[in-house]
């Protein structure tokens, strides 16, 4: 595997990602962010946080298995949700938590989770982006 995922001594210790990955794969993949939208383009879960984040995961699963990748090669997620608030935090977890028993495995690199007034259609609330090394 082309990614390390560690917990600094020093920086608190977070269930749902770590703090720092180390890579030290030769390619590199960045990942346009994934809304919530099927192979057919029609969005999934609309008006569902938790079921659009899985969705987003799933998208990037997709994305990296078709340059041979997994989410164990991904360096860094970025989360973009429409209007953030800490109390829509149970919901990102949920989906997080449904996209790992979906996809079978444990997605916990490095992220950001920004808050933005709105993303290219009404009906999508969070879109993800991913960078990953692959060897």
């Known amino acids: 595997m082309a990614i390390t995922l560690v917990n ?9 990602y770590r ?6 794969g030769s390619k590199q993949v960045f990942i346009a962010g994934q809304v919530a939208w099927d192979a057919d383009g029609v969005t999934v879960g609309e008006g569902d946080l938790a079921a659009q984040i899985e ?4 998208n990037i699963a997709t994305a990296l298995a078709a340059v041979g990748g997994s989410f164990a090669d991904v360096a860094k997620l970025t989360i ?3 209007d953030w608030t800490p109390d829509k935090m149970p919901l990102l977890i949920e989906g997080i938590r449904r996209a790992a028993a979906r996809l079978g495995v ?3 690199p490095p992220g950001t989770l920004l ?5 290219d259609i009404p009906e999508h609330l969070v879109e993800i982006e991913a960078t990953a090394v692959i060897d």
């Not at 001594?9 to 269930?15: A, F, N």
């Not at 808050?115 to 993303?119: G, K, R």
Request: proline share 10%; hydrophobic share 45%; net charge negative.
């Open 8 to 16: 600094p001594s020093g920086l608190p210790e977070i269930d749902a």
């Open 106 to 108: 444990t997605p916990v």
């Open 80 to 82: 973009y949700v429409v």
């Open 19 to 24: 703090q720092v990955s180390i890579a030290t």
């Open 55 to 58: 969705q987003c995961y799933v």
């Open 115 to 119: 808050s933005v007034a709105a993303l």
